[in-house]
């Protein structure tokens, strides 16, 4: 069956350095994978989509990556503020009228 | 201008009754998508509409669940003789189109089955 995992529940950081989260998936063949930020008590926010044939996308401080032969995408926040603490949703699909799968998500704390 | 709003935000039930959650997607968007995040848990797709059609309803966890879409906009999700297990935040998402389009999510509705 199809498994989207994300590396880790909870992730701690200094203020300032680089977070670098994780999404790996197994038995499936997305054509995209997009990145949202969920606040407590609020819906996810879209962030970023990366195509299955493209290997890098930027935006502002974020940056994503998508390896389609490891199965596996990076989502890097540069220069971490506490502000960027929030749950990192990673989504899949395999586009056309296939639905998002999400991973649970991954709890990122930036400490000052 | 407006996002997708839920209504409503805070749902507090006797387990045996029944529910309905709603949904106001962006004015436009043609797709329409039910989730399910339990605590701890990540989202679970339930059901998608496109236009009043909803093409998959496989997502639904049991046949207590329901779900309509009515004039392309509103939608409801209904869930008859709740149980303690249907405790979580109900997300309602739109989209322009049933494609690759980023989902635009509401608040949620918090149901907690007593």
């Known amino acids: 069956s199809q498994k989207i995992e994300q590396n880790s529940e909870a992730l701690n950081i200094q203020e300032g350095k680089t977070a670098t989260l994780t999404c790996n998936y197994t038995n499936y063949s997305p054509a995209y994978l997009q990145w949202y930020r969920q606040d407590p008590g609020r819906g996810p926010v879209f962030l970023l989509l990366?195509?299955?044939?493209?290997k890098e996308k930027r935006k502002e401080r974020l940056k994503v990556t998508f390896d389609t032969t490891l199965k596996q995408s990076l989502f890097h926040i540069t220069a971490s503020q506490p502000a960027d603490s929030a749950t990192y949703l990673c989504a899949l699909s395999g586009g056309g009228n296939t639905p998002l799968v999400f991973g649970k998500g991954t709890r990122l704390s930036v400490i000052a | 201008g407006a996002g997708v709003s839920q209504s409503p935000s805070n749902k507090v039930t006797e387990k045996g009754k029944d529910v309905e959650l709603r949904c106001d997607p962006i004015?436009?968007?043609?797709?329409l998508y039910w989730y399910r995040q339990s605590l701890g848990q990540g989202l679970e797709f339930l059901i998608y509409?496109?236009?009043?059609?909803?093409?998959?309803k496989s997502g639904l966890p049991s046949d207590r669940f329901s779900a309509e879409r009515t004039g392309g906009s509103v939608s409801t999700l209904t869930i008859q003789r709740t149980q303690q297990e249907d405790s979580a935040v109900y997300l309602c998402?739109?989209?322009?189109?049933?494609?690759?389009?980023?989902?635009?999510f509401g608040p949620g509705t918090r149901l907690t089955v007593l």
């Open positions: 990366i195509r299955e044939n493209e």
């Open positions: 509409f496109q236009g009043n059609s909803a093409p998959d």
């Open positions: 998402a739109s989209s322009p189109q049933l494609r690759v389009d980023t989902q635009y």
């Open positions: 004015s436009g968007h043609t797709a």
